[in-house]
């Protein structure tokens, strides 16, 4: 099967190369990378062509005014061509070069999502700060999957919908709500990483960043029609807490 990455970036000259690397080391050749690059002012466009060759024909480019990530993710989703869709933001990067094989792989006896666990890394991608252990759980009290983990078969898209722009911060917890409220689509845990994202963004940046994840997420909860919605948000924090330990130098 096609897996189609989608990628959003502004401004990711910092970062952007890495994730271009751990796309192109992978050892499952039927996939297309999209990039949606939403008019970036530094050296990103650059970094990106510099690589294209690379890609052999496997990689489209789209540089434009967005009005938000999520625009950029829902441009992305509308140009796929593939059975299988995940996202990879610019500054994360894939944990190994197994992960489209392992996806595509348990794509397999009706599964329509795959998901997996999660480590938070520093900057220079050296030390765990944070795991997030996925397992099963239930969408209504308060368990979600990682979404940068998340693969989707195109047709649950075509079912569900693509991101609610309304939502700033957490229209990525509004899709996976609306995804895991559905029973009929079958869904698989793996439990291993397949991406390694870096600390920080919108919604996990400081104290600030999650109150503002947190008022938003409360909206979506309850406009999903998710009893309880404060609590269930109230859940959703402390295991994010718990999951924060000791930093794990995994440098070589």
Known sequence: MKISLITPCFNSEKTIEDTIKSVLMQDYDNYEHI???????????????????????RIKIVSEKDKSLFDAMNKGIKLASGEIIG???????????????????????????????????????????????TGYGSIFKGWHPPHPTLYLRREVYEQI????????????LDLMIRIFKNTDFKSKYLKKNLVKMRAGGVSTNGL???????????????????????????????????????AKDVSN
């Open 161 to 172: 919908g693509l991101f609610n722009l309304k939502y700033k911060i957490s229209a990525d």
């Open 87 to 133: 996202i990879l933001n610019s500054d994360d990067v894939l944990d190994n070069n197994h992960v489209f094989k392992d996806v595509a792989g348990a794509m397999k006896n009706d599964v329509s999502i795959v998901y997996s666990d999660l480590d938070f890394y520093n900057d220079d991608l050296t030390k765990v700060v944070r795991t997030f252990k």
């Open 35 to 57: 990039i949606i690059d939403g008019k970036s002012k530094d050296n990103t466009l650059k970094i990106i062509e510099k690589y294209k060759k690379d890609y052999k024909g």
């Open 208 to 246: 600030k960043g999650y109150i503002k994840n947190f008022k938003e997420a409360v909206k979506v909860y309850r406009d999903n029609g998710i009893s309880f919605p404060v609590l269930k948000n109230i859940y959703r924090s402390l295991k994010t807490i718990r999951q924060i330990h000791s």
